[in-house]
């Protein structure tokens, strides 16, 4: 904790690298991290690396933090932003965050420059869960969908789970996270828009094939309304379970505010669930595509 | 250390923070210690189950943040068999919000939420995106005298009542609450707000409308605490803006018991505490011992009123 400056205009009691944590039976913390890297991937995406108090480091796949921003342009950035972690190292005591800079909290979050603090909160949300029957996954996604999906990946590998990624992209020069799918040891598949291959119909075929080769006890997307629609139908034709990350406009992030309510279809009927909480992650099956 | 309770009624807030109906909910323990609070502020409940509002229900203004959530809920018999609960495991007194769109149907859902966990009723007849004779009856003087008369008729729980920024003349509306029966008052809830998008030219909230919510509201929701205070007898909760321990302090001097925080704890998840613990340092500092030698001690009556001194002073 730090003294607090009377003439600041918010207050804050966020958990700082080594900082005894007052509230141990804590599930989220509010954490000040220190911003190692912030570097371009290609044209479009930046990678962040925060070192953080320990506690931050119990993220797990698909679930995210809420960052806030520093404004882009003088301006209040007055809302957190949801955001999926991307890695974290435990040994490093290091949280990662990949985005693609567009809006104004992201842009904001473009201008951190190693040395700068940078407020988080989380891990919130319930994450991708992987059943121990499972031998082989097929985890599909595009654009900074793929960030989403990258832990799940690690987390694959580290359980033994053989991984198949189709990295779906406008073109070669914005590929997500490849390197990192490589060397996880996930056999990746890139198909895109400038050569046809990310066409759904391409992609049916990509998945029939892994479906005839038994690789596919689950499936897993993120970021594409059309993937989702792809996966459902062929989940549904084979029998095969996944899951979905979703998005929505967060407040809170606890479940309390419910700003971030989506549509799902449970037994046969339309519900609302709140993203934050009951999700990101959800039964592929139970997403409405937007 | 500063003593930091306050008295609403019957009812004693070990700190006078506390959050705002709807910013809030137990889901928080994950992050902070429920039991530090002053009390704790439930979500506004109608008789019905209730969707809510379409999407979206936030956005973001150069101003502050506009909101419209539709009060969605499971509706009161799902409230009071699961919901309260959920609160009763803290030991803050429990204060439970309540709407509804018509005045019968508000009495009989307040005598309902009457039960043992709860402390204090919270009749929310302030949203902003409701009619004045439909649910936001805060807009009129008769209508809140009405509303809190049949209320007060069917519940002898502590009975706080949450005004609308938007209404006219707050201070004859709180008058009307006060004769009506309420033990405090909460001012305010949020000011009906517009954003139109220029890329697409459609309004950015789902509902249309939303409430206004922003520390530039401090100003004048302070005003209002203000002007009320000097009106009425009974304690008086200020919400609006509340972002560190001097705007507790602020409120406080305008006249208010406590004060309720939305927006701070979504920029802060942990800011309620942090709060808390800068306004027992804040007091510490100055020697003050008993946090309420603050209310309504703004020293306004030996103002300078000759514009000649007053403009000779230093700075
Ligand atoms: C997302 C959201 C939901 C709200 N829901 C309710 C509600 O259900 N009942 C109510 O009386 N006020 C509701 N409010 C208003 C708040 O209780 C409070 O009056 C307002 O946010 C101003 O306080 P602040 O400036 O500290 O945020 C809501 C506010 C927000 C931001
Ligand atoms: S962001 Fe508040 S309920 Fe999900």
Known sequence: MTTPDPNENYTDAALRIGDVDPYPQRLVGEFIGIVTRNDWVNDEYKHVVLKVHEHATKAYAGQMFHLLCPSPDGAEVWMRRPMSVYRVDKTAGEVEFLYKSEGRGTRGMATLQPGDEFNIAGPLGVGFKLQPSWKNIVVLGRGVGLATLAPLSQLAAENGVGVTAILSARHEGVVMSKELFDDLGAHTITVLDSDGSSDVENVERILETLIAQGKTDAFFTCGSNRLLKLMQRLGKKHGIPGQVAMEQIMVCGFGACYVCVRTFEVDGKRVLKRVCRDGPVFNMQEAVGW | ?315
């Open chain 2, 1 to 315: 250390m500063v003593d930091l309770t306050v008295k609403i009624g019957d009812i004693t807030l070990q700190n006078p923070v506390q959050p705002a109906s709807g910013a809030f909910s137990w889901e928080y323990n994950d992050v902070i210690d429920l039991n530090r609070l002053g009390a704790l502020v439930a979500k506004t409940i109608c008789r019905e189950p209730r969707l809510g509002n379409p999407t979206p229900r936030m956005a973001e203004t150069e101003a502050g943040i506009i909101q419209s959530i539709g009060l969605p809920g499971k509706g009161i018999e799902y409230f009071v068999e699961h919901i309260v609960p959920e609160y009763a495991r803290f030991t803050p007194p429990l204060v439970v919000s309540v709407s509804s769109e018509s005045i019968e149907d508000f009495a009989a859902l307040a005598e309902e939420l009457s039960v043992p966990d709860v402390d204090v009723i919270e009749a929310n007849i302030s949203c902003p995106t409701r009619n004045a004779t439909g649910g936001n009856f805060a807009m009129h003087e008769d209508y809140t005298r009405d509303c809190i008369t049949a209320i007060r008729a069917k519940t002898r729980k502590p009975l706080w009542v949450k005004l609308s920024p938007n209404a006219g003349d707050i201070v004859s509306i709180a008058r009307a609450a006060e004769d009506a029966g309420a033990d405090a008052l909460v001012i305010a809830n949020t000011f009906l707000s517009l954003k139109i998008r220029t890329d697409n030219f459609r309004p950015a909230l789902g509902n249309k409308f939303g409430g206004l919510v922003s520390p530039a509201l401090k100003p004048i929701v302070l005003r209002m605490v203000y002007q009320v205070a000097k009106a009425v007898k009974i304690p008086i909760i200020g919400i609006g803006g509340v972002t560190k321990a001097e705007d507790v302090v602020e409120y406080m001097l305008a006249g208010a018991t406590a004060v309720g925080i939305g927006y701070a704890g979504f920029r802060n998840p942990t800011a309620l505490i942090s709060i808390i613990d800068d306004l027992a340092a804040w007091c510490d500092e100055r020697g003050i011992k008993k946090v309420t030698e603050l209310i309504g001690a703004v020293r306004d009556q030996d103002m300078e009123m000759d514009t000649l001194n007053a403009a000779s002073a230093g700075v």
